[in-house]
């Protein structure tokens, strides 16, 4: 029998299968609070992200300070001028949120280019090396890059208004920014193209809702497509995060070099049904996310969805189910243990 590990690679690399992986993010497991002699022995932890490299500053200063509020306080100075965002704790899983992004104002723009063009990446020698050994064969190291630049630009340095504007009023300066960004990200790609590592995660968070089809075209496709030629003839596989309504992008995203579409979501959540996804995308891994408003049912109701997402697919290969977010804490270990379950019957 193969174990975790081989069991998940052999579905990333769309190899047939015997049964079905099944993964759940590291801190989320760690969450779920299982005994050590009581861990279910068919749950495979992801451990997404490792840090192969490090982001690094020549004139900018960052500078983190707690808030009583338990919140953290991040300013950016700069030759320009300083850049702050106000992060607060969420009640669910105790995570940073941010509440005022560091784009506040129009002009604040231009201190973020300086940012950018100041930021380069080096590499943290043997850190994939010393994770993997840490997990073992209970689980699979993926690690991660910057997100694409689109999605960067709205979720790590301003709101999503902020960059609406942008697009609207501003379209060169954001295509500025993109541009930069992804020069800047290609140190780290080729750091990752230099690793051990089969698996490449690309935490994109991407979803029709907010990257419509045009800008699908205009800042999607192209950084795949980049990305592919670093990272493709490595021998490395891209793994996308591509976790929300993507109905719309179907037939871009089966255009697309993306090795595996990662937190698939399907219906009722999502919108794109698995057999869809798996028959337009031929060439594709799905890593299916269990959809998060499932985790408020019955047992017998999640093996009943269970079964039909793996009715919809003909052939046993090209998929794995994960838990990579969204699941209320006092029901993830019990919902854990029901889906290994069925997973393990199916």
Same mark, same amino acid.
């Given at each position: 029998?193969?174990?975790?590990?081989?069991?998940?690679?052999?579905?990333?690399?769309?190899? =047939?299968?015997?049964?079905?992986?099944?993964? !759940?993010?590291?801190?989320?497991?760690?969450?779920?609070?299982?005994?050590?002699?009581?861990?279910?022995?068919?749950?495979?932890?992801? +451990?997404?992200?490792?840090?192969?490299?490090?982001?690094?500053?020549?004139?900018?200063?960052?500078?983190?300070?707690?808030?009583?509020?338990?919140?953290?306080?991040?300013?950016? +100075?700069?030759? %320009?001028?300083?850049?702050?965002?106000?992060?607060?704790?969420?009640?669910?899983?105790?995570?940073?949120?941010?509440?005022?992004?560091?784009?506040?104002?129009?002009?604040?723009?231009?201190?973020?280019?300086?940012?950018?063009?100041?930021?380069?990446? $080096?590499?943290?020698?043997?850190?994939?090396?010393?994770?993997?050994?840490?997990?073992?064969? $209970?689980?699979?190291?993926?690690?991660?890059?910057?997100?694409?630049?689109?999605?960067?630009?709205?979720?790590?340095?301003?709101?999503?208004?902020?960059?609406?504007?942008?697009?609207?009023?501003?379209?060169?300066?954001?295509?500025?920014?993109?541009?930069?960004?992804?020069?800047?990200?290609?140190?780290?790609?080729?750091?990752?193209?230099?690793?051990?590592?089969?698996?490449?995660?690309?935490?994109?968070?991407?979803?029709?809702?907010?990257? $419509?089809?045009?800008?699908?075209?205009?800042?999607?496709?192209?950084?795949?497509?980049?990305?592919?030629?670093?990272?493709?003839?490595?021998?490395?596989?891209?793994?996308?995060?591509? =976790?929300? +309504?993507?109905?719309? %992008?179907?037939?871009?995203?089966?255009?697309?070099?993306?090795?595996?579409?990662? $937190?698939?979501?399907?219906?009722?959540?999502?919108?794109?049904?698995?057999?869809?996804?798996?028959?337009?995308?031929?060439?594709?891994?799905?890593?299916?996310?269990?959809?998060?408003?499932?985790?408020?049912?019955?047992?017998?109701?999640?093996?009943?969805?269970?079964?039909?997402?793996?009715?919809?697919?003909?052939?046993?290969?090209? %998929?794995?189910?994960?838990?990579?977010?969204? !699941?209320?804490?006092?029901?993830?270990?019990?919902?854990?243990?029901?889906?290994?379950?069925?997973?393990?019957?199916?």
């Amino acid at each position: 029998m193969p174990t975790l590990r081989e069991n998940l690679e052999r579905a990333l690399r769309g190899e =047939d299968l015997e049964q079905f992986p099944f993964g !759940v993010y590291s801190w989320l497991y760690d969450q779920a609070g299982f005994p050590a002699d009581e861990e279910p022995s068919t749950v495979a932890r992801m +451990h997404m992200g490792a840090g192969c490299f490090r982001e690094e500053h020549d004139s900018v200063t960052e500078e983190a300070q707690p808030l009583p509020d338990g919140g953290l306080l991040t300013t950016l +100075h700069t030759p %320009l001028g300083d850049l702050s965002r106000r992060q607060a704790v969420e009640p669910g899983y105790g995570s940073y949120w941010t509440v005022e992004p560091f784009i506040q104002q129009p002009e604040d723009w231009r201190i973020l280019q300086y940012v950018i063009e100041d930021t380069h990446y $080096s590499e943290i020698p043997d850190e994939f090396a010393r994770v993997e050994e840490l997990l073992g064969e $209970s689980g699979l190291v993926i690690p991660g890059l910057p997100r694409m630049p689109f999605q960067r630009l709205w979720i790590e340095f301003a709101a999503l208004e902020q960059l609406c504007f942008l697009l609207a009023d501003q379209r060169d300066r954001l295509d500025r920014l993109v541009s930069l960004l992804t020069v800047q990200g290609q140190e780290a790609w080729k750091i990752l193209a230099r690793s051990d590592a089969e698996f490449v995660w690309a935490p994109d968070n991407l979803t029709a809702d907010v990257l $419509s089809p045009e800008l699908y075209r205009r800042y999607a496709q192209p950084y795949y497509e980049a990305l592919a030629e670093v990272l493709h003839p490595a021998g490395k596989k891209i793994v996308a995060h591509m =976790d929300g +309504h993507l109905a719309a %992008l179907v037939d871009l995203i089966a255009r697309s070099p993306v090795d595996v579409i990662e $937190s698939f979501t399907p219906p009722p959540n999502g919108n794109l049904p698995l057999g869809q996804a798996w028959q337009a995308w031929p060439d594709k891994c799905l890593f299916l996310n269990f959809p998060p408003a499932l985790h408020l049912c019955e047992p017998e109701e999640i093996r009943q969805f269970i079964e039909e997402y793996i009715g919809q697919v003909p052939q046993r290969r090209r %998929l794995a189910f994960e838990i990579s977010e969204d !699941v209320p804490l006092d029901l993830l270990a019990g919902n854990i243990l029901a889906i290994a379950e069925v997973l393990q019957e199916a």
